[in-house]
Each structure stands twice: as structure tokens, then as C-alpha cells.
């Protein structure tokens, strides 16, 4: 038959005939083809079909698809140490002694502002009513006065007076005892302030706190770390990697007096005020 000879009807018939089986050919080599192509080229198509679906079901449902991936942040230790400072440096101060004639003397101890216009730091030859000269983190030097002295532990409390403008917040304390193989961090030095870290290593039973019936629980125990105590000075404040205060240096040993002992004294400094206003009050 010439095709020629073919009525519109038979055209069209022959016409999808041939598209038919051009389809159906199309399919076989393409399935041929990859089954014998890389898996890397199996894995793009399959992407592309994949994101085109993405893009085509949410328009056709009018839903949208919410896709959640998670990602583990890893923080390294040094970071923590260094935000740890950072949080705690404004609250840090120096203790020096007072020549005659009212001058600054020599360096005396470490410190951390407890309350406000409190300092808590440790001496041995600290005396009622005494007087030192507080250097703040702004380097601005106040007089501080002896509020309270806790032989057992060498605990001082000075107190000053400051105008709004050298306002310094006080630190955090933790309430609880440290973790054996915890972190922390020592802020020290004399002319300047130097960090040494280390590890919890060890508690203490103190003999003093023994006799206070102290050492009953963990939380008031004194405990070790693996700093060296050549790189400790008297009243080095010792935190954790939150900024928190965790004790604080006696100096003389490698000892470390815990947060917990220090609230109990400033409570006590606080019931002590309050009781001599009361009898004041009478």
C-alpha cells in the first residue's frame, strides 16, 4: 500500500503506531543504559527526580514540608575556660596591705567581691577592725575594713564603700561540693591576674572543721586539685567552667576552701549585723 493512498484516519493511526514504539524503545535503552552507568550518575538522576517531587507535591497539595536536620556542635574545653574568665574577671579583686600613713602597701591576697561592697579573701594575720586597701577589676583602689575573721577556715570578709560608678556585681558560688575529675580553673597572681587549670584530685577531713562538726557532709569538706600550689597565691579564687566559684585558696597549703564554707561565713556576717542592730535597737 503507498502511503499516499492513506485517509486522514489511517494517518493518525500510523502516526501513534510509530510513537508508540519509538516510546517503548526509548524506555528499553534507557533502562540498559543505566544498568550499566556509574552509581554516581544513578545517584544524580535519582536527586533530581527527587528534588522535583519536592518541588511539585507541596504546590499541587498546598502543604508545606518542614525538613529538620540536627547538627552536634562541639565546643572545646579551652572556649568554656575562656567565657568562664571572662564571666568572673569583673568580680575579682587584689588585697594589699596598708603602710603607716595610709599608702598601699604590699600585695596581700586574692579576692572575689561575695556581696555587694563584700570581699571575701583569706589571711592569717588579718585582725579585728584592720584595714586594707582593695584594688577592683577597674583598677580602682577602695579601703575595705575587716568585717568578720573565721580562724577555722582564715576566711576574711572586708567591707567597702563605693560610689555607683565602680559598682562591682558579685560572683556566683556553686552550693554544692565539686566533682572528683572536675574541671577547674584558678585565678592568681600577685601584680596581675593568671589562670592555672587543673582537675578536682581529692577531699579533705579538716581537723578544724571536724571540731564544728563540719565534715559531716562533702559540701563543707576541703579539697585538692591537680594545680601546682608554686602557681597558687593566698586567696586564689578557684571556678568551674560556668564562671561559678567553687573555693578558694588558703595558700599556704595546697588545700581549697569550698563555696559552701564561704556562704555559711557571709551568713554569718549577715546574722551577726542583725543582731547588732536588734541590741542597738533595745
Known amino acids: 500500500m503507498d502511503i499516499e493512498e492513506l485517509n486522514k484516519s489511517q494517518i493518525v493511526m500510523l502516526t501513534l503506531l510509530v510513537s508508540f514504539v519509538t516510546s517503548i524503545a526509548t524506555g528499553i535503552v534507557t533502562v540498559s543504559l543505566m544498568d550499566q552507568a556509574p552509581p554516581t550518575v544513578t545517584q544524580t538522576i535519582n536527586r533530581v527526580v527527587e528534588r522535583t517531587i519536592e518541588r511539585v507535591v507541596p504546590e499541587e497539595t498546598q502543604t508545606a514540608t518542614v525538613i529538620t536536620q540536627e547538627r552536634t556542635v562541639v565546643v572545646k574545653e579551652s572556649e568554656l575556660i575562656a567565657q568562664a574568665v571572662d564571666r568572673i574577671s569583673p568580680?575579682?579583686?587584689?588585697?594589699?596591705?596598708?603602710?603607716?600613713?595610709g599608702e598601699l602597701g604590699d600585695f596581700a591576697a586574692r579576692g572575689v567581691v561575695v556581696a555587694p561592697n563584700i570581699v571575701v579573701t583569706t589571711l592569717t594575720e588579718a585582725k579585728e577592725s584592720g584595714e586594707y586597701f582593695i584594688t577592683l577589676s577597674?583598677?580602682?583602689?577602695?579601703?575595705?575594713k575587716v568585717m568578720s575573721i573565721d580562724k577555722a577556715s582564715s576566711l576574711v570578709m572586708l567591707s567597702y564603700t563605693s560610689d555607683e560608678e565602680i559598682a562591682v556585681p558579685p560572683a556566683a558560688f556553686v552550693t554544692t561540693?565539686?566533682?572528683?575529675?572536675?574541671?577547674?580553673v584558678a585565678l592568681t597572681?600577685?601584680?596581675?591576674?593568671?589562670?592555672?587549670?587543673?582537675?578536682?584530685?581529692?577531699?579533705?577531713?579538716?581537723?578544724?572543721?571536724?571540731?564544728e562538726g563540719q565534715n559531716a557532709s562533702?559540701?563543707?569538706?576541703?579539697?585538692?586539685?591537680?594545680?601546682?600550689?608554686?602557681?597558687?597565691?593566698?586567696?586564689?579564687?578557684?571556678?568551674?567552667?560556668?564562671?561559678?566559684?567553687?573555693?578558694?585558696?588558703?595558700?599556704?597549703?595546697?588545700?581549697?576552701?569550698?563555696a559552701t564554707t564561704i556562704l555559711s561565713a557571709l551568713s554569718a556576717v549577715g546574722k551577726d549585723s542583725d543582731s547588732g542592730s536588734a541590741d542597738s535597737g533595745e
Do not use: M, Y
Request: charge should be positive; hydrophobic fraction near 35%; glycine fraction near 14%.
Open 91 to 101: 568580680s575579682i579583686v587584689s588585697v594589699h596591705n596598708t603602710k603607716e600613713g
Open 218 to 258: 562533702t559540701d563543707n569538706k576541703l579539697f585538692e586539685t591537680s594545680i601546682a600550689q608554686s602557681s597558687l597565691v593566698r586567696g586564689s579564687i578557684v571556678i568551674n567552667t560556668d564562671g561559678a566559684v567553687i573555693g578558694i585558696a588558703e595558700g599556704s597549703s595546697s588545700s581549697i576552701t569550698p
Open 189 to 211: 597572681g600577685s601584680d596581675r591576674v593568671r589562670i592555672a587549670n587543673g582537675l578536682v584530685t581529692g577531699f579533705i577531713d579538716s581537723p578544724k572543721q571536724g571540731s
Open 177 to 184: 561540693a565539686p566533682k572528683l575529675g572536675q574541671t577547674v
Open 138 to 144: 577597674g583598677k580602682k583602689v577602695v579601703l575595705g
